[in-house]
């Protein structure tokens, strides 16, 4: 495939945060686009140089995005995969169909690191009851995750016994799952990584994340593990890239448990746990995407800077956090005063427990006074660690 330069239009399907960082380091490099999201706040679709609201099985808006777009890609690994598919047949469409529908579906993403001998935990696949009374004692304590359009821990239940087991999974009407053992993590990590068309990766410093209520709350740069289990967990992402064939941005988390890396998932886009390499790294997790999409050389990936990202959830916008009080902006003055701090917000009109509005990403040259100023900015903005 030639290279595709600009003023070219690229097409992205899905109008979220990821979608809207894509669109500015598109235009940013000469390049227009077209968003399609059924949302017309979303924030992508807000900077896109057309927005097409609509739904993601649109075909006739799918046959206006094929004729304008020279390539396409996606930020959101729940559009159908038949929606990608149906584009490919006009315009090049990266990542794939295939590799999108893998990463989209639980059942699919297990068994393809099953096949591909990707390290993971142990799981079951739970179609009806008989699964959950077949599921290996094992496994329990264990979660209980929904196959497909889970996110942010949602469609997931901590089970301590089959039968919790089976009531949640009566409790999630019964749609396939996955069971899988609930390890004894000592940390989470991920790797963020682009591939090109013919095959060259360049992989990120991996993150080091942590959680609350299910949700990515901080992610540190580079991980704090040994300088082997990096190497690992960049070995086992560059082969999942492979294996898919992959072209794009991919973003695959992993647990450390008893020193060990456990592939957790896959997401076909660019990565939460990557927003810091807009401001730490050479070139941008989102950049790399528009690389790999229009065939561009993939850029440096170099951390320049150490860094330690803060998501900024909906219930900031609330006074003390209740949601009765009406939606208020918060002091960002708390962030802005503090070295080294940038913030990014989405645009998003209405918060909602949980919706992720922005972030903060702190850098620095120490590490240890990154995070530190990180935490003392997301201390006064007002996320407090009592509610755990
Ligand atoms: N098998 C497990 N053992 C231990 N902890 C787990 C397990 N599965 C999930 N978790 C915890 O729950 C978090 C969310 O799980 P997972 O990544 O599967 O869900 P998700 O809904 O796709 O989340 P996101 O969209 O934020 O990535 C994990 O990052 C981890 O902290
Ligand atoms: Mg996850």
């Known amino acids: 495939m030639a290279t595709i330069l600009p003023p070219a239009v690229l097409g992205m399907l899905g109008g979220g945060q ?40 649109d075909y006739a808006a799918l046959d206006q995005i094929a004729a304008a777009c020279a390539a396409v890609t996606t930020e959101f690994e729940n559009v159908p995969a038949e929606a990608l598919e149906y584009l490919a047949k006009f315009v090049p469409v990266r990542p794939s169909a295939k590799a999108v529908a893998v990463c989209q579906n639980r059942i699919a993403e297990k068994t393809f690191m099953r096949a591909h001998a990707i390290p993971h935990g142990p799981f079951a696949v739970i179609r009806a009851d008989q699964d959950i009374s077949a599921a290996d004692d094992g496994l329990f304590p264990a979660v209980l995750k929904v196959a497909r359009f889970g996110y942010d821990g949602k469609g997931q239940a901590r089970v301590a016994s089959r039968e919790e087991a089976l ?59 040994e300088p082997q289990l990096r190497e690992q967990a960049c070995a086992i992402a560059e082969r999942i890239a492979q ?22 998932e896959m997401a076909p886009r660019p990565h ?59 002091d960002w003055t708390v962030v802005h005063r503090e070295p080294g701090a940038r913030l990014h917000l989405y645009g998003k009109h209405h918060a909602r427990q949980g919706r992720k509005m922005g972030h903060f990403t702190v850098i620095g040259d120490d590490a240890d006074t990154v995070l530190e100023v990180a935490l003392r900015a997301r201390a006064a903005v007002g996320i407090d660690d009592g509610d755990q």
């Open 18 to 57: 990821l979608g809207r960082f894509f669109v500015a380091a598109a235009h940013e490099m000469g390049y227009r686009v077209w968003v399609l999201d059924p949302d017309p706040n979303s924030p992508a679709g807000r900077l896109a140089d057309r927005h097409l609201v609509t739904a993601y099985d």
């Open 167 to 225: 009531h949640a999974f009566h409790a999630f009407d019964g749609e396939p799952c996955v069971l899988e053992k609930l390890l004894a993590l000592d940390s989470e990590l991920s790797v963020v990584l682009a591939r090109d068309a013919d095959g060259r990766i360049r992989a990120f410093e991996p993150g080091e994340n942590r959680h609350r209520g299910g949700i990515l709350d901080v992610t540190i740069a580079p991980a704090r593990v």
């Open 243 to 264: 294996s898919l064939d992959y072209v794009g941005t991919l973003g695959v988390e992993f647990f450390v448990s008893g020193g060990a890396l456990f592939a957790n």
């Open 272 to 330: 939460n746990s990557g927003h810091h390499t807009i401001d730490a790294c050479v070139t941008s997790q989102y950049e790399q995407q528009l690389r790999a999409l229009t065939g561009l050389p993939l850029g440096e990936p170099r951390m320049h800077s150490r860094a330690v990202m803060v998501n900024l959830l909906g219930e900031l916008w609330f006074d003390g956090g209740d949601h009765h009080r009406p939606q208020r902006e918060p």
